[in-house]
């Protein structure tokens, strides 16, 4: 059949009468459609019709759902819109979802599914103690310094990547925003919109956000407690020929896993023979009891890009990311980040670096540490009472990644728990393929309150 | 001839080879080439081959010279070496090159092409007392709070703008990381790489760095002291159908310029019937002595977005930049920054609110704005002295853009100026089709050391 209104099907004329509007400019980018009956009485077809035609524009990512709100032109690039995996995002299983229910103040509920500390773990006391002192001085922190950052907190960080075995010059390290930020700055540096990039499965949501922003094509390795599965590594890589893997090795999130040695090095192997780059986000690494295998110690900065900040473990209202990478790139990644968002934040490197150096920081992250510790031991433990045993135990850190009794799916779970006032983060968030959706992540540190266990013991029973 | 070692020339022999390295990442990007003396060695060809071949490879932005260090592979996107504009770029008008000047500290030296105020004349004592505040609080500013940023400072600057004759609400303001960083989120939300960009021609340097950096075409229009050339404007929009015109109005980086009612009213007529958006990047807002006209307040926000910071006038310590734009548009961009770089940097956007709150930061800017006035007559009078005299007297602001005398190159003259601890702003740097290079662009806040009046001197009697 020819298209037109005479041989196209009804939905189909309707999608061509949005998409035309759209190429039109008639309606542009963010605007809201008509609602369905609306376009009904305009059209003069069904609304079940215009209910399918929209839905098959919101599947192809040419107009964006806001429940309660009607529907949207998706933005001009659609850059988190536009998913590049192998499934289509549905909103249970959107990382830009999950990373907003991350941030939304929700009054009273319990995070069990957050990625941060609670704000009293957090570094209040040691933050104000530097601003005290910040605000005695008479010099104001610059941004006039230097286009790597502030110096001394460069210093400082070369000092304790050091005691993970990772040789990096302050030279080499380049202070940014954020962690995001840092992978952000990286992936603009080094991918072009197409390429392939290898994540494990599972890996943590803003990657797969971060990459659909990026318009990059995602491949993925199952994990294993070890590391990612290395045979399965060994495939991918050989067939899809990614630019790039990206991953969190020492302490992986969401489950929690340690990279062993016998990994960092095959992987290290693998990525050698193929010239793939590897981008390590160390960011939990201050968590570690015992300092684990890191590519970044392996390799020693040749084909891996160490990212770091101090965000999921002093405070993340001090922006101070930091990415470490070959001396001979660190000059160009400089002057990306530059001309996108001019310096970093001397205030924030400024604080941190003196708590660090007044050991403030070293003195709380022993504390933290150690309440992670005890808090890891009781949520296992609360658990296993359920009859719930996490995929492994975690060697440090406050995530625990936790299979479900047989034929619970976590996002209808996490839709039940919502509506107790519990987040929960629902295992096809951190899955390239929307896999796992038998589990969930835990934050051990934000699932002490009974009524959550009450609310897993009646999900366990029914 | 075919191409080949038999029929190719000699420069395109290494240019070929050099080339075929890089493809086959034998040299990866940021490698240091083999220096030329060495490459002819190896290849059996004079010195002056080879210097003609790596200034070719330069010139089409395969491989970048930095002085003193060699030729280096260019980073793999190359966002910041590859000139999409009508010129390749030269060191002497690179954007990027006068962008880290004007951040690294040369001590002793006189910043006259600077564009930021003395540290002396920033918020230092302002911000202090608001630090020593919070620090006596026992809450942690958290960026646990709210998707598009601290609440209290977006109130506070949708009120602000409102003196500006913009109305924006709270829920159209999207906090940021800097001026540069708004611009960067919205030139990622809006343009896909290869579309056209205009700029005003000069034009704040960075915007031809950033747009390098999306791989945008750009196209200029003549700045008058009113705002563009009307008329250039009309035909430009016409023939070359930009996406964007992005600029700064009422206070325009670098000459000064003030946008006038009909020029406001004019350009944005253009813009509707071309279907054209634009930006406008207003950071200097708080400079002026008298609200000027702004695309912002007479469109309302439907066609303009709006950009703006405190790094200018306050201090570039605490980043907080802001971005104001149509209400459907702004979650979405709230998404790409979460993706991208998480979320703002809530200490700075706390403690610029107190400042704003207490009244600091008005006290401040008064007397700012005072001085200001001072340095402009004084140094307008100091270069009439020396018969020179400013394109426009700009109504505030600190920039001052100045015609050289006859047959004077402002890059040379930048070059003789650094010799002797002097940094000038040369006019080319600022210019789209690297012109204007008769004119260099004066801070009046940086201008005061007899040394700088001495040189000038000179150089206008040889």
Redesign the interface.
């Given at each position: 059949m020819l298209p037109g209104s005479g041989g196209e099907t009804r939905v189909g004329q309707i999608v061509a009468l949005v998409r035309g509007r759209i190429e039109r400019?008639v309606l542009l980018?963010?605007?809201?459609l008509p609602s369905v009956r609306a376009m009904a009485e305009t059209t003069g077809f069904s609304k079940s019709t215009v209910v399918e035609a929209y839905d098959r524009l919101a599947a192809e990512g040419v107009i964006r759902a806001r429940p309660g709100s009607g529907f949207?032109v998706a933005?001009?690039?659609a850059?988190?819109a536009v998913a590049d995996v192998e499934q289509a995002p549905r909103r249970d299983i959107d990382?830009?979802w999950m990373?907003?229910r991350?941030?939304?103040?929700l009054p009273g509920a319990i995070r069990a599914g957050s990625g941060?500390l609670p704000?009293d773990w957090?570094a209040?006391e040691a933050?104000?103690?530097a601003?005290?002192a910040?605000?005695?001085?008479?010099t104001?922190?610059?941004?006039?310094?230097?286009?790597l950052g502030y110096g001394p907190m460069r210093a400082l960080l070369s000092r304790r990547m050091l005691e993970q075995g990772v040789e990096a010059s302050p030279d080499q390290i380049l202070l940014t925003?954020?962690?995001?930020?840092s992978l952000?700055l990286v992936c603009?540096?080094?991918?072009?919109p197409g390429d392939t990039v290898l994540l494990d499965d599972p890996c943590f949501f803003?990657f797969l956000?971060?990459l659909?922003?990026h318009r990059a094509r995602v491949v993925a390795v199952p994990m294993t407690p070890q590391g990612p599965d290395l045979a399965a590594f060994a495939e991918v890589v050989a067939r899809e020929k990614p630019r790039l893997y990206i991953t969190n090795s020492a302490v992986h999130n969401p489950t929690g896993a340690t990279l062993s040695a016998t990994h960092a090095h095959r992987v290290l192997k693998i990525a050698e023979a193929a010239?793939m780059l590897i981008v390590e986000d160390d960011i939990f690494c201050d968590f570690e009891h015992v300092t684990a295998s890191r590519y970044a110690a392996f390799d020693g900065l040749d084909r891996v890009i160490r990212i770091g900040s101090f965000?999921k473990t002093a405070?993340?209202?001090?922006?101070c990311g930091h990415v470490a990478l070959?001396a001979?790139?660190v000059?160009?990644?400089a002057?990306?980040r530059?001309?996108?968002?001019?310096?970093?934040?001397?205030?924030?490197a400024e604080l941190l670096a003196a708590m660090v150096t007044d050991g403030s920081y070293r003195h709380h992250m022993d504390m933290v540490r150690n309440r992670l510790a005890r808090a890891m031991a009781r949520v296992v433990r609360r658990l296993g009472d359920l009859g719930l045993e996490p995929w492994t135990v975690p060697a440090c850190g406050m995530s625990l990644w936790v299979p479900l009794p047989g034929g619970l799916d976590a996002s209808v779970l996490a839709g039940e728990a919502l509506e107790e006032g519990i987040v929960l983060a629902p295992g096809a968030v951190f899955s390239p393929r929307g896999g796992w959706n038998d589990h969930v992540r835990l934050n051990v540190t934000q699932c002490d309150d009974p009524r959550f266990y009450a609310f897993l013991a009646r999900m366990c029973a029914s």
């Amino acid at each position: 059949m020819l298209p037109g209104s005479g041989g196209e099907t009804r939905v189909g004329q309707i999608v061509a009468l949005v998409r035309g509007r759209i190429e039109r400019r008639v309606l542009l980018p963010g605007a809201r459609l008509p609602s369905v009956r609306a376009m009904a009485e305009t059209t003069g077809f069904s609304k079940s019709t215009v209910v399918e035609a929209y839905d098959r524009l919101a599947a192809e990512g040419v107009i964006r759902a806001r429940p309660g709100s009607g529907f949207f032109v998706a933005a001009p690039l659609a850059p988190l819109a536009v998913a590049d995996v192998e499934q289509a995002p549905r909103r249970d299983i959107d990382p830009v979802w999950m990373l907003r229910r991350s941030i939304e103040d929700l009054p009273g509920a319990i995070r069990a599914g957050s990625g941060t500390l609670p704000t009293d773990w957090l570094a209040g006391e040691a933050m104000r103690k530097a601003m005290r002192a910040a605000a005695r001085g008479n010099t104001l922190p610059s941004a006039d310094v230097s286009v790597l950052g502030y110096g001394p907190m460069r210093a400082l960080l070369s000092r304790r990547m050091l005691e993970q075995g990772v040789e990096a010059s302050p030279d080499q390290i380049l202070l940014t925003e954020s962690g995001t930020h840092s992978l952000d700055l990286v992936c603009r540096f080094l991918l072009q919109p197409g390429d392939t990039v290898l994540l494990d499965d599972p890996c943590f949501f803003n990657f797969l956000a971060l990459l659909r922003a990026h318009r990059a094509r995602v491949v993925a390795v199952p994990m294993t407690p070890q590391g990612p599965d290395l045979a399965a590594f060994a495939e991918v890589v050989a067939r899809e020929k990614p630019r790039l893997y990206i991953t969190n090795s020492a302490v992986h999130n969401p489950t929690g896993a340690t990279l062993s040695a016998t990994h960092a090095h095959r992987v290290l192997k693998i990525a050698e023979a193929a010239d793939m780059l590897i981008v390590e986000d160390d960011i939990f690494c201050d968590f570690e009891h015992v300092t684990a295998s890191r590519y970044a110690a392996f390799d020693g900065l040749d084909r891996v890009i160490r990212i770091g900040s101090f965000s999921k473990t002093a405070t993340n209202a001090l922006r101070c990311g930091h990415v470490a990478l070959r001396a001979d790139w660190v000059e160009s990644l400089a002057d990306l980040r530059l001309v996108t968002t001019y310096v970093g934040n001397p205030l924030g490197a400024e604080l941190l670096a003196a708590m660090v150096t007044d050991g403030s920081y070293r003195h709380h992250m022993d504390m933290v540490r150690n309440r992670l510790a005890r808090a890891m031991a009781r949520v296992v433990r609360r658990l296993g009472d359920l009859g719930l045993e996490p995929w492994t135990v975690p060697a440090c850190g406050m995530s625990l990644w936790v299979p479900l009794p047989g034929g619970l799916d976590a996002s209808v779970l996490a839709g039940e728990a919502l509506e107790e006032g519990i987040v929960l983060a629902p295992g096809a968030v951190f899955s390239p393929r929307g896999g796992w959706n038998d589990h969930v992540r835990l934050n051990v540190t934000q699932c002490d309150d009974p009524r959550f266990y009450a609310f897993l013991a009646r999900m366990c029973a029914s």
